[in-house]
């Protein structure tokens, strides 16, 4: 027995080739958002092809340019060396290719893992919805820093993929609470009511219903996670928790390794401005495009927007 069809009205007219037809007539009118998109694309795509742009690795010295710390050249090495030799670009590429890694695949997980207890404790309540924002509390009671830095901790060394794994299981709780209310106000429509009393099982009224109205809520809740991620990972990095910058160079070790002892009056190592400057910059451009990407989602998956 089929259900009730629903047709919603957006901006006064009904929706035509559904809500992401809609959605992308709204980005398009974003130029900031869009730009955003294509520079955040641009960044992480090169960070991606590290391995391939980069094949001699991300500690590769030249040895004619060692103990020199030479500034950027267009010639030669474009973001300049450190004091060993070490050109800064690959391991500013290498370090984007590592974060975007936990941060997308960490956020991938922590959203998949948030919208099936969203759906299900919105949706079904009852002894489970206790259950698992009895959970969810426990998991949110803490600064979510202080427990990573104490689960990196236990688990030095740490490597990118144990990086990737925590994060996704500290972090599904936040996105659950947003999903769930969601879920909570779809399941009170009518419509959902009509199609429980004309015998649509659970699982075609999630599928059919639940999922396609949260569906905006789950992408807006993908980019604020994987922002988050990043955030955080490298600001433990920065402390000196998490990857270690010998293991694996991350956007937050980097960082921290040259602003230690490459600043100020404390500069031993005789570090360049561009040795910190350059994953800085790349971190900060990274987090602005993904806020601004995520703001010009939520607005245009916003029906009374």
Known sequence: MSDVA??????????????WRLTFRRLVRQPVTIAAFLLLAVVLGAGALAPVLEKGGWNLIDLADRWHNHGPTIHGHLLGTDNIGRDVLARVLWGIHSSEQTAIVGGIAATAL????????????GWLDAAVTRLADLVTGFPVIVVLIAVFVWLRPVTVWDATVVF???????????????????????????????????????????????????????????GQILLIEATAEFFGYGVASITRPTLGNLIGEATTSG???????????????????ALVLVLACI?????????ALNPRG
């Open 291 to 299: 806020s601004l990407v995520g703001d010009g989602l939520d607005a």
């Open 114 to 125: 948030a919208t099936l207890a969203g759906l299900a404790t919105g949706y079904f309540g």
């Open 6 to 19: 629903l047709s919603v009205d957006f901006d006064g007219v009904e929706r035509r080739g559904g809500l």
């Open 168 to 226: 996704a299981l500290a972090m599904w709780p936040f996105g659950a609470r947003v999903i769930r209310a969601q879920t909570v106000a779809v399941a009170a429509e009518e419509y959902v009511a009509a199609a429980q009393a004309l015998g649509a099982s659970n699982r075609r009224v999630v599928l059919r219903h639940l999922v396609p109205n949260a569906a905006g809520t789950i992408v807006v809740t993908l980019t604020a996670l994987i």
């Open 263 to 281: 600043i100020g009056p404390y500069n031993v190592l005789g570090l360049g401005w561009w040795v910190w400057a350059s994953p800085m910059t």
